[in-house]
C-alpha cells in the first residue's frame, strides 16, 4: 500500500482560529480556502511511500527529533507568493535558524536511507509558510501581487512542541490529512 507522506508542524487551535479571522476577511478573493483542521507548516513533501519506506521514515524522523527542543515560530506577515503569478494566500514567518537546521537534517537522513535511492529530493528552497488558500490558476494568470490589498503585518508566536508525519488522502471534497505519528520535541 502507498502513502502519500509528507512531514508537517501542526498549529495550535489559536493560531488555527486566527486564520479563519482572515479567511473570513479576505473571502472575496478567488481562491480555495484550506479547511481550519487541515492549516499546516509544511517541513518536507516525501511522496508516495511504501509499507517499508514509511516505516523508515518514521524511525529516522524520530532519531533525528529527539535532539531537538521545543521552539518558538513567528508569523510575521500575509501576503501572496510565491512568485508572479501569485498561487497562495499564505502567512510567512521570520526566519528561524532551529526550523531551517531540523528540516535540513530531516531530509539528509531521509533521503539518505536506501529505499530512497530511486526518490528525487526537493530542489526548490525551503519556504517555511503557512498556506491558507490557493489561487485558481486561471486567476492567478491575469493578477500579480498588487492586485489585491492583502499584504499585513502579523505578530503571532507559537511554540513547536512536535513533528507529525503526516499521509494526505485526496477525495473530492478536498484532502484529508491523517497524523500517522507525532513526535514530541
Known amino acids: 500500500m502507498l502513502h502519500r507522506t509528507f512531514i508537517a508542524i501542526n498549529l495550535p487551535k489559536e493560531v488555527k482560529n486566527k486564520t479563519l479571522e482572515l479567511k473570513n476577511e479576505y473571502n472575496h478573493i478567488p481562491a480555495k480556502w484550506v479547511e481550519r483542521e487541515n492549516v499546516h507548516i509544511t517541513?518536507?513533501?516525501?511522496g508516495n511511500l511504501d509499507d517499508n519506506q514509511l516505516?523508515?521514515?518514521?524511525?529516522?524522523?524520530e532519531s533525528v527529533i529527539q535532539n531537538y527542543e521545543p521552539f518558538v515560530l513567528n508569523v510575521k506577515e500575509m501576503g501572496l507568493g510565491p512568485k508572479i503569478p501569485p498561487r497562495l494566500i499564505w502567512l510567512t514567518l521570520d526566519e528561524n535558524?532551529?526550523?531551517?537546521?531540523?528540516?535540513?537534517?530531516?531530509?539528509?537522513n531521509i533521503y539518505s536511507l536506501?529505499?530512497?535511492?530511486?526518490?528525487?529530493k526537493e530542489q526548490r528552497k525551503f519556504i517555511p509558510h503557512i498556506t491558507l488558500a490557493r489561487?485558481?490558476?486561471?486567476?492567478?494568470?491575469r493578477l500579480n501581487k498588487d492586485s489585491f490589498d492583502i499584504?499585513?503585518?502579523?505578530?503571532?508566536?507559537?511554540e513547536v512542541n512536535s513533528i507529525e508525519i503526516m499521509e494526505s488522502e485526496l477525495k473530492k471534497t478536498g484532502p484529508e490529512y491523517i497524523i500517522l505519528r507525532s513526535i514530541l520535541l
Do not use: G, M, P
Open 151 to 158: 499584504k499585513h503585518e502579523l505578530d503571532i508566536n507559537f
Open 43 to 46: 517541513l518536507s513533501f516525501l
Open 97 to 108: 535558524k532551529i526550523l531551517s537546521r531540523l528540516n535540513q537534517e530531516l531530509e539528509d
Open 135 to 141: 489561487i485558481k490558476s486561471f486567476e492567478a494568470k
Open 55 to 61: 516505516i523508515e521514515t518514521i524511525n529516522i524522523a
Open 114 to 120: 536506501d529505499s530512497y535511492k530511486f526518490k528525487t
